[in-house]
């Protein structure tokens, strides 16, 4: 029987492959005080070894593996002997090692994760009671000193927050531990087109996770191809498959990365501008750091089992995104990702796969660059459109600056990208496409930028580009390094172009800033429920989510801050509607604010998921409102806000005032639309009555606070107060009764706020300031302490309505209220049974005016007076006066009703209402000519 030679060296490589990596592993995880991981990668060294045995031929091999196996097993022995304290210490050697290493580097935020790690692992060490402490001591007193080499690097020293060392709590929450709720939030959008990419587990680049396998690792989740990509598709195959030695990683460069027909420019576009500051910064991991499993340097490398871990930055914090190396092959026999054009290399197709398993597979229709890098590297995102507000020599300025000077210190670099919109003459440029900015250079006034095509082919055919053999001097050739003959022999994709004509054909410029030049970073997860306000963007932002921000700048110079307002998506193909923004205010003092007065930085409305809104804070403590917007809110919102400062910041969401809220929908119409105080129907427009009651033995010790917010059309000026009352409809309005009002007519939204309101029955009155004004209306009313609100009727509602026109002539009947007071114009008031009446007087001229009720003598004289209007109306109230309500008796001779004005012999007219709850007769009495002349 023949032996197939060929399929048992196959078998004998792939099985080398997974020894050598379940040795490496092991080791690994030996060396980080990882003792079950690596007993268990001990073991299965162990197992696939004693496979190898059974083939190998060659007598010296088996031998050299037969020792290594003895020494793993004796290693294996060592391990499970080692207590919980000598575990702890061998985690911290090894922290301490890679803070050495980061260190040397200057990657700044992993030195200081790496230090509050440390601290973590060496507090539990403490909490072991049986063991010697003066090696734990003099442990922990190296990591303070060399924590003092910190001062001053991009990080606040208070991120080294560390756990309790009592005893028995260790498993305690460290001091910067996310709230409960700001963890629901962060867990809920773990679900992404239906799959879970859960958080990254805390501390720098730890990973518990399995990458070794007896058998190639499969992930269960197959991603979706286009139709398009369907049609070139033959299968999916693992880069052992196609290439001899697969690498991870043989060269990071952004000219090695091309994209093929997945329409994901603006990621690999992302890829490259990384790829190229990794390459120029060498000691800065930008790409490598985000690849899983890693050496004990910390380099990612090709793993033979065909997992991998990426870690990408999604709805708010870091996630782990699982994926295999299964790769979507075409009919040509090539690949139809992402790839490098380095023979072997994987990153690029790699890390675009966990991309596009986070976005829902490889049928994605696209993003921004903007976005994307912030995904890959969480450098801050801000987009800058070209348009009419576009300031074009600022931006140029903040681009060339963007790239600094001193390859030593780049911490104030930018990642740049920049996109085309739709284009009718693209000069070789390729419409709504995403392109990778790998240079920026001033030359003797011209203003150039080095720009790579994703496709790396198709380039600017413009000025400066391959064709130009006017502007390419052979002076700037040199400058640049330029060579346009070989640039017109190779098309690379990549390619110069002037900044003018970038100006003139893009649609928007995307600037990521590196995290590292700010010193302090503080975040906030938060939600806005779709029940809580109203659902339109309007005047008023009572129930917008508010944050106050603190920023303590001990320098003479403003203070940089970056706010960047990430809102979370869990269906990445569904159509954005979320029109988002962020406010600040400086004028607050950091508190909530209630009408959208200007801001001081106002953002603009986009769809994008991403808000940036930077400014400087000036010297010493300053406290800004920060406020949350949205247009048209159709679900609920749940986001990310992120403040970046050069100064120690502060930032916490200002708690709701008011436990107890009630809207209210109401309308002014044709009978309710009175107008303001100086229209005659003021007391015609809507009205509420508002009670509070007194405060029993289990209600909150709080005074009670009210806060009235009107909303209406925003053409509309308006107005709202409450009045002192028993909760009746207010009849005859004086400036004494006013409890509190909005600050004057506003357009849109009013409010007022008043503290200390005493418990009882109070009237609130909402009007425009002109008159007849038709339209609908939210009254809400908040308070810190239980209340009731009931729409008060109309005057008379219900009731029957006898109307009187009357007037006072000079020498007549205008008497005043001296002598001859009852000649006053006067009407006899006849009921046949028990009667309730209100006398009201909406329309008058002169004023001050009065009204009485008197019974009725025989001959029309007065008899005791039965109820009057109050006190005489003054000026600047033309509202009339009106009586409460008068319960009268049935009499044979009736009741009178005398309208009088203070001073005698004032000309003018009235009309008078009498409200009744039953039907009444009112006849006008007629005094005769003797009477007159006495």
């Not at 050598?20 to 079950?36: P, R």
């Not at 001053?152 to 910067?176: F, K, W, Y």
């Not at 003139?504 to 590292?516: A, G, K, Q």
Request: overall charge neutral; proline content about 5%; hydrophobic content about 35%.
């Amino acid at each position: 029987m023949s032996v197939n030679y060929q399929n048992t060296n196959n078998q004998l490589n792939l099985l080398y492959q997974q020894a050598f990596y379940f040795a490496n592993n092991a080791v690994k995880e030996d060396n980080i005080g990882n003792v079950e991981a690596a007993i268990k990668a001990y073991l299965d060294f162990k197992k696939v070894v004693e496979s190898i045995l059974q083939l190998e031929t060659n007598q010296i091999k088996k031998e050299k593996i037969r020792e290594k196996c003895q020494e793993y097993n004796r290693r294996v022995t060592e391990l499970k002997n080692l207590t919980t304290y000598d575990k702890l210490m061998i985690q911290a050697k090894h922290k301490l090692d890679q803070i050495s290493l980061q260190y040397e580097q200057k990657n700044n935020q992993e030195v200081l994760e790496l230090y509050k790690c440390t601290l973590e692992i060496l507090m539990k060490a403490a909490a072991e009671g049986t063991r010697d402490k003066s090696e734990l001591i003099m442990f922990m007193k190296k990591i303070f000193e060399r924590a003092e080499d910190l001062k001053g690097l991009p990080t606040t020293m208070s991120s080294l927050q560390v756990r309790s060392a009592n005893p028995g709590a260790e498993n305690s929450s460290p001091i910067c531990k996310l709230s409960g709720i700001e963890d629901a939030i962060l867990k809920k959008n773990s679900i992404i087109n239906g799959k879970n990419f859960p958080q990254w587990p805390e501390g720098p680049e730890e990973l518990n996770e399995q990458f070794a396998f007896e058998r190639p690792f499969v992930d269960k989740d197959v991603l979706e191809l286009s139709i398009a990509q369907k049609e070139k598709f033959d299968s999916w195959r693992r880069p052992s498959e196609i290439m001899n030695e697969p690498e991870l990683f043989k060269m990071v460069s952004s000219t090695a990365i091309k994209q093929d027909v997945v329409t994901d420019c603006s990621f690999v576009a992302s890829l490259c501008v990384s790829a190229a500051y990794q390459k120029r910064y060498g000691n800065k991991q930008l790409i490598t750091r985000c690849i899983f499993p890693k050496n004990k340097y910390g380099h990612p490398f090709y793993n033979p089992s065909g997992k991998y871990v990426v870690k990408l930055i999604f709805n708010g914090t870091p996630r782990k995104v699982i994926i295999d190396d299964f790769l979507p092959f075409s009919r040509d026999g090539t690949l139809m990702c992402t790839f490098s054009t380095n023979k072997n290399e994987l990153w690029p197709s790699i890390i675009e796969k966990a991309y596009l398993k986070l976005m829902g597979g490889y049928n994605f229709p696209g993003s921004n660059s903007g976005i994307d890098l912030y995904i890959l590297t969480g450098w801050i995102p801000e987009q800058i459109f070209i348009d009419k507000y576009f300031e074009k020599e600022i931006m140029w300025k903040r681009m060339l600056n963007s790239q600094p000077k001193d390859d030593k210190n780049p911490d104030q670099h930018a990642l740049i990208t920049i996109a085309t919109g739709h284009l009718s003459d693209t000069k070789g440029l390729v419409p709504t496409h995403a392109y990778a900015v790998l240079d920026i250079r001033e030359v003797n006034d011209l203003r150039l930028l080095l720009v790579k095509n994703p496709w790396s082919h198709k380039r600017w055919t413009g000025p400066f580009s391959h064709l130009d053999r006017v502007n390419w001097t052979p002076e700037l050739m040199k400058e640049l390094d330029y060579d346009i003959e070989r640039a017109s022999n190779i098309d690379d994709g990549i390619f110069w172009i002037d900044f003018d004509s970038v100006c003139e054909y893009f649609y928007s410029i995307h600037m990521n800033w590196n995290p590292e030049r700010f010193h302090y970073v503080v975040t906030k997860h938060s939600s806005w429920p779709i029940n809580v306000g109203l659902r339109k963007d309007t005047m008023n932002l009572a129930y917008n989510p508010q944050f106050c921000l603190e920023i303590n700048n001990e320098s003479e110079q403003p203070s940089e801050v970056y706010l960047l307002l990430s809102k979370h998506i869990t269906v990445t193909e569904e159509e954005n509607e979320d029109f988002i923004t962020l406010h600040v205010y400086n004028d607050t003092n950091g508190e909530k604010i209630y009408s959208d007065k200007t801001p001081w930085k106002k953002g603009a409305y986009v769809n994008s998921p991403h808000i940036l809104v930077r400014f400087d804070a000036p010297t010493g403590i300053t406290r800004y409102t920060i406020v949350v917007a949205q247009i048209n809110r159709v679900k609920s919102l749940d986001f990310t806000l992120k403040c970046y400062s050069i100064s120690p910041a502060t930032l916490s969401e200002i708690p709701k005032k008011y436990q107890n809220v009630e809207f209210i929908s109401g309308k002014w119409t044709n009978q309710t639309a009175g107008g303001n105080p100086s229209n005659i129907t003021y007391l015609n427009n809507p009205e509420y009555r508002f009670s509070i009651s007194p405060p029993t033995s289990n209600s909150p010790s709080d005074k009670p606070r009210v806060l009235l917010m009107l909303e209406g059309p925003k053409k509309f000026a308006m107005d709202v107060r409450m009045i002192w009352s028993n909760g009746k409809r207010i009849a005859s309005l004086t400036t004494k009764d006013i409890l509190m009002k909005s600050s004057g007519y506003r357009n849109g939204f009013c409010y007022c706020e008043k503290d200390d309101i005493k418990p009882g029955d109070y009237t609130i009155i909402v009007s425009t300031y002109e008159p007849g004004l038709i339209g609908e209306f939210t009254l809400t009313v908040a308070s810190n302490v239980t209340f009731n609100v009931t729409s008060i009727p109309l005057e008379g509602a219900g009731m029957f309505k006898k109307v009187i026109y009357g007037q006072w002539i000079k020498g007549f009947n205008a008497m005043g209220i001296q002598q001859n007071f009852h000649l006053n114009p006067s009407y006899h008031l006849k009921i046949s049974e028990m009667t309730t009446l209100k006398l009201q007087t909406p329309e008058m001229n002169p004023i001050p005016t009065h009204i009485r009720v008197f019974e009725k003598r025989p001959n029309n004289s007065l008899g005791r007076e039965i109820a009057n209007s109050g006190d005489y109306a003054s000026a600047g109230f033309i509202q009339g006066v009106c009586t409460d309500d008068i319960s009268l008796p049935s009499n044979d001779q009736g009741y009178i009703i005398v309208f009088c004005t203070w001073e005698k012999d004032v000309s003018g007219k009235f009309t008078a209402y009498v409200y009744s709850d039953r039907n009444v007769t009112i006849e006008e009495i007629v005094h005769e000519r003797n009477e007159l002349r006495k």
